[in-house]
């Protein structure tokens, strides 16, 4: 019986890492899609975090992970001010739209340290955050079902 319900748990589990992981791509898609096709930036970002919370309420409904993507949604774009600052990438002028340290006080030199002095003007695209909360969930799908499977391997 025990080995009859970890075979169902392991099948659960692997069909939704499979489904969170095929849906983070169509997220992904759709705001490739939404970027370049210049729909209305806030209707974007209400439809892609609908998108991203759809996913996680069919897939997951853990409120640990819930938070955990939405922490990942907010730390995720931060993150990417020093590769933008240093130029290893960029988004499309009609995609950068999002300053999120444009009122941060002048001179600053741990900022300027880290992102140079222009840090003020760096732009990130304001619908990055609902692509991380996608790849934060399906991110937690495929360790749940990982843990699982290393669990069922380690006992054996």
């Known amino acids: 019986v025990n080995a009859l319900k970890t075979t169902a748990s392991t099948s659960t589990l692997r069909t939704r890492a499979l489904l969170a992981v095929t849906t983070t791509a169509m997220i992904i898609r759709l705001s490739e899609y939404l970027e370049t096709h210049s729909v209305a930036d806030h209707s974007s970002l209400v439809l892609l975090f609908s998108t991203a919370l759809l996913q996680w309420a069919m897939l997951d409904r853990s409120s640990v992970a819930l938070l955990a993507a ?16 240093h130029g290893f990438w960029e988004y499309l002028d009609s995609a950068a739209d999002y300053f999120p340290l444009q009122n941060a006080p002048p001179g600053n030199t741990v900022l300027e340290f880290v992102l140079n002095e222009d840090y003020q003007n ?35």
Do not use: Q
Not at 131 to 137: I, K, L, N, P
């Open 70 to 85: 939405t922490v990942t949604s907010i730390g995720g774009p931060i993150s990417e001010l020093p590769f933008v600052a």
């Open 122 to 156: 760096l732009a990130l695209s304001g619908i990055t955050g609902p692509c991380y909360f996608a790849v934060a969930t399906d991110a937690i799908a495929l360790g749940r079902w990982f843990d699982l499977e290393k669990s069922i391997n380690d006992e054996a």
